[in-house]
């Protein structure tokens, strides 16, 4: 206590300046953490801005390259057809520069004849850009044959695409592409081609700056600039000079080579004057080899972030003064608010441990047993508050399923204690006891006893045989459950009974049914059928039926029944306050029908002398099913203390009868089935034996059942017609 003493009378004192601080780092973080984030952003909007710039580029320069080449492919054909008329070649030239914007010139060289005749070229070319106003035609008098753009051709026989050139006519900084003109046979007696001017390539990539601050860069697979952020430079090769300001800097040296080489990239340099830079670069057209790449400067990119940063950081010191005054205004009620979350505490304290008392007494994982294919089990438990008053539970024991759903009267923290009771007493007398009558007459024995509050439970407990489809159940005052089949929607009859807890002498009726595979049984609370929206009306037993009967065709898939009826009653409450908890249990029995390879059945009398009988039997099972020595051996032991057993228990001393002993096995598993007409007599329900305390320690009997238990993966037992069934299953490990 003094020390709780002391540390409110230091938070009195220093309880304003931590507040303060706390507050300056949280904010401060939340600003480092926003910067961060932002930067990013604003990092990965510029990569991407710039990648679709690169590709929009590239569309356009294609787009006029794929123009040239379709001008001349177009006309190229009519070449040969002019041979023999200069007049009418020069006419063909003059009509592919009238028909094409961007074609500055066109021409035809032909090739020369053997005996050395040369005959020259014709073109034709417009002076001013970008129109076809001003065509002039003129003779190729000079060696055309040594120029790029009919040596390639020659040489290939292909179209090409020259490097950039400056043209001794039109002084403009051109490039050519040039096809082979082929008479019908396919000699080549003339290369035609069109010339482009690149003066249309600034008005494309200079108009699509994505801010002031950014330049662009254009390279042909030379080196040759055709676009520079300087305009000085275009029409050189200083790349270098171009991108930093400085004509030897490494790193621009090589984005030049990998803009040469035709390669996309990301690269971060320093210009003359230290300024960061990125450079984004990728190629625009393969066919012409040109690259384009796009410089932006880190602080023109950031330069508004860094003065949101400093605005930022301007109204965080504002707002920590005001907190601080804030906080001195209220340093005068601090013991009354100290009080008064004192006490929050202590309820919310309360509530937690109420919580986790119920949440640790609802199963959560699902599905709980993947292991096995005739059982799947979902459940749902929603609060209406902190903590509640419903509850289900489960479990398998000797082959079969205990299950059971239940909802305490009343709500908050003493409903959850009592739930949490309820649960506990299911678990423990459970344990020791099969019949679910008899559970439940137990747990409302224990419920009844000293309870002054009057609180009751209404209770539904069920004990499913797995192996048979028999469900034994018993009813305390709770809702009827659903059978669902593919067939139908019915509900499980019920007798009503009491719920627990309000009368110590009362006697529940069981009750049996036989559940067929495929089938789901649905257990809820009221808080499902009572469910309530803004208007008071209720959802109701009908839409529950509508949501059951729309998953009959999934009656081995429970969690899809409980999510779509939760959906449901969502959907209707539409946003109210939930007046009640909502709880939901769904079992499908999904036992599949399996081809048995192997039965057969042995009958003895009560008489152990006739035991010799049973390990012949035995050997001649595991022989089938090629067990090995150490596995027959633990089959005949597990069978030869169950039948003794039955020898020995099953009928009064005197008693002259007869014990069935019927082997079964499919693909998966071994089963025995042991089948008396004696009394009832479960062995399954004697405790496990101690095996840690010492023989004189050690109460007489037990070991035999505990030997079958170990030796075999379960064990159940079923009291059918007047007859005493005890199963033995054993899995078979073999494919």
């Not at 206590?1 to 706390?22: A, E, H, P």
């Not at 019908?184 to 003066?199: E, H, K, R, S, Y």
């Not at 009959?552 to 429970?558: S, W």
């Not at 010492?694 to 505990?706: Q, W």
Request: glycine residues 6%; hydrophobic residues 40%; proline residues 4%.
């Amino acid at each position: 206590m003094d020390k709780i003493s002391k540390l409110n009378k230091f938070l009195q004192k220093r309880g304003n300046i931590l507040v303060v601080t706390l507050a300056a780092v949280l904010l401060s973080l939340t600003l480092a953490i926003l910067y961060f984030y932002s930067y990013n952003s604003i990092k990965k909007s510029i990569s991407r801005l710039t990648e679709s710039e690169l590709r929009e580029t590239s569309l356009k320069i294609k787009n006029v390259v794929s123009d040239m080449e379709l001008a001349l492919e177009n006309n190229v054909w009519a070449a040969p057809w002019h041979n023999d008329s200069l007049w009418a070649a020069e006419e063909l030239v003059e009509h592919v520069v009238r028909d094409n914007i961007h074609v500055m010139g066109c021409g035809i060289g032909y090739v020369p004849s053997q005996n050395g005749w040369r005959r020259d070229g014709v073109f034709a070319f417009d002076l001013v850009a970008d129109s076809t106003s001003n065509i002039d035609v003129r003779r190729m008098a000079y060696d055309y044959t040594q120029r790029e753009w009919y040596q390639q051709v020659m040489l290939t026989g292909e179209p090409h695409w020259t490097d950039p050139y400056v043209g001794m006519t039109t002084h403009r900084l051109s490039t050519s592409y040039s096809m082979p003109v082929r008479e019908p046979g396919g000699l080549i007696t003339a290369v035609m081609f069109v010339d482009v001017a690149l003066d249309w390539l600034n008005r494309v990539i200079k108009t699509e700056d994505i801010n002031p601050h950014t330049k662009n860069l254009l390279i042909s697979n030379t080196g040759e600039i055709l676009v520079s952020p300087v305009d000085s430079l275009a029409n050189t090769k200083k790349v270098s000079l171009a991108l930093t300001g400085n004509d030897n800097d490494e790193k621009a040296l090589t984005i030049e080579r990998k803009m040469r080489n035709g390669e996309t990239g990301t690269e971060v340099i320093y210009d003359s004057e230290g300024n960061r830079l990125y450079v984004h670069y990728a190629p625009v057209d393969r066919r012409v080899g040109w690259s384009m790449a796009i410089i932006n400067k880190h602080k023109d990119i950031y330069a508004d972030l860094h003065v949101m940063a400093l605005k930022m950081l301007v109204l965080v010191a504002t707002g920590l003064v005001m907190l601080s005054i804030i906080m001195w205004l209220l340093r005068r009620s601090f013991k009354r608010i100290n009080r008064i979350y004192a006490e929050k505490e202590r309820i919310s304290s309360e509530l937690r441990v109420a919580s986790n008392i119920q949440q640790a007494m609802i199963p959560k994982t699902f599905p709980p047993y993947p292991e096995r294919d005739d059982l799947q089990i979902y459940g749902l438990l929603e609060p209406a508050k902190e903590v509640g008053g419903d509850l289900f539970d489960f479990y398998i024991r000797d082959e079969k399923l205990f299950f059971c759903i239940g909802d305490v009267a009343g709500k908050g923290v003493p409903a959850s204690l009592v739930m949490a009771v309820t649960r506990s007493l299911f678990r423990t007398i459970s344990a020791h006891e099969s019949a679910p009558a008899r559970i439940v007459d137990l747990m409302n024995e224990s419920m009844s006893d000293g309870n002054e509050s009057l609180m009751f439970v209404t209770f539904f407990l069920g004990v499913l045989d797995l192996p048979t489809g028999r469900l034994r159940y018993c009813n305390a005052g709770h809702d009827k459950p659903l059978v669902i089949e593919a067939e139908k929607v019915a509900y499980l009859p019920v007798e009503p009974n009491i719920p627990l807890g309000i009368m110590s002498d009362f006697h529940f009726a069981g009750q049996e049914a036989l559940i067929n595979p495929h089938s789901i049984i649905f257990l809820y609370t009221d808080g499902l059928t009572e469910a309530e929206n803004a208007t008071h009306a209720q959802f109701g037993n009908d839409r529950m039926l509508d949501v059951a009967r729309n998953c009959r065709k999934h009656t081995d898939a429970p969690q899809l029944l409980t999510t779509e009826m939760q959906k449901a009653v969502e959907a209707f409450v539409a946003g109210a306050e939930k007046s009640d908890d909502l709880t939901m249990l769904s079992v499908a029995y999904t036992k599949e029908t399996r081809t048995a390879k192997l039965k057969r059945s042995l009958t003895l009398p009560n008489d152990v002398q006739t035991i010799g009988q049973l390990s012949e039997f035995v050997e001649g099972v595991c022989e089938e099913l090629e067990f090995d020595m150490e596995e027959t051996m633990s089959m005949n032991l597990a069978l030869e203390e169950a039948v003794v057993n039955v020898m020995n228990y099953a009928y009064p001393s005197g008693t002259v009868g007869q014990v069935q002993i019927v082997a079964e096995a499919n693909d998966q598993r071994l089963k025995f089935t042991i089948i008396d007409s004696g009394s009832p007599f479960d062995p399954t329900a004697k405790e496990d034996v101690d095996t840690t305390l010492s023989a004189e320690d050690r109460p007489v009997g037990g070991l035999g059942i505990f030997l079958v238990r170990q030796l075999m993966d379960s064990i159940n037992y079923e009291r059918i017609d007047g007859q005493n069934v005890l199963t033995l299953r054993k899995r078979l490990l073999r494919s």
